[in-house]
């Protein structure tokens, strides 16, 4: 079993739809639970962390963490064309400064 | 003003060439990685460095090898590439280890013929 499975979609939605995506980790001492972006032919960019269960909101994104089910989720409300990107999750745990990614969701956002 | 600036953007080489990848990262952060992101986007942690101490030594082969010359720097050195080493090398930096933000570089993309 992977550390985080991710599904690598592809998704396509339109504009202005609510997206969610998912992922599952295995390792309970994860600690830290990230989103990054990735633009096409770019690096990856964080784009929000939290830390234990519960919502954290920025903007249009929500980040959600169930420690207890080991899930992890991203929504998007008002999706934009400029959203389209590979959506990455990651995971940090404490003691080996290693960050796990999941395989990434491409997402396709259609004006 | 780049953040993390890696060189060269695309390297295109024959098989059983030595290549290396160059880092560099004006934050002024402790902590340094390379990643290895495979055609299907699986983004993989491979090497990094804290204070020009390896602390992370994934299960590469040993043809990878690391070098960290000051906190700012991190080259990648690849000896008789193979077909499969063809990917986009990123390199990243954090303020330090424990950080979940790291920044990414643009990435180089390697060709092996």
């Known amino acids: 079993q992977k550390e985080v499975e991710q599904d690598p979609g592809p998704l396509s939605v339109p504009e202005g739809a609510i997206v969610s995506l998912n992922c599952t ?37 929500t980040a959600q963490v169930d420690k207890s089910s080991k899930y992890i989720s991203l929504f998007i409300r008002d999706s934009q064309p400029s ?11 404490r003691s080996n400064y290693k960050l796990t990614f999941g395989k990434g969701t491409l997402l396709t956002v259609n004006p | 003003d780049t953040a993390v600036s890696q060189t060269p953007k695309y390297l295109v080489t024959q098989m059983g060439n ?3 990848i160059k ?9 340094m990685y390379w990643y290895k992101q495979d055609s299907k986007k699986f983004l993989k942690i491979m090497f990094s460095y804290n204070n020009k101490e390896l602390i992370i030594n994934e299960t590469v082969p040993n043809r990878f090898s690391p070098k ?28 330090d ?7 990414f ?5 390697l060709l092996v013929l």
């Open chain 1, 25 to 61: 980790y295995s390792n309970s001492a994860f600690q830290y639970f990230m989103w990054y972006r990735q633009y096409s032919r770019k690096g990856p960019e964080l784009l929000m962390y939290t830390y234990s269960s519960g919502n954290k909101e920025d903007g249009r994104f």
């Open chain 1, 83 to 93: 959203d389209s990107a590979t959506y990455l999750c990651a995971t940090l745990g």
């Open chain 2, 18 to 20: 030595d290549k290396s």
């Open chain 2, 23 to 31: 880092c560099e990262q004006n934050l002024g952060h402790d902590t």
């Open chain 2, 68 to 95: 960290s010359p000051d906190k700012a720097h991190l080259n990648l050195h690849i000896n008789s590439l193979e077909l499969g080493d063809s990917a986009v090398y990123f390199c990243a930096s954090s303020q």
């Open chain 2, 97 to 103: 280890p424990n950080k979940e933000t790291q920044y």
């Open chain 2, 105 to 109: 570089g643009p990435g180089t993309r």
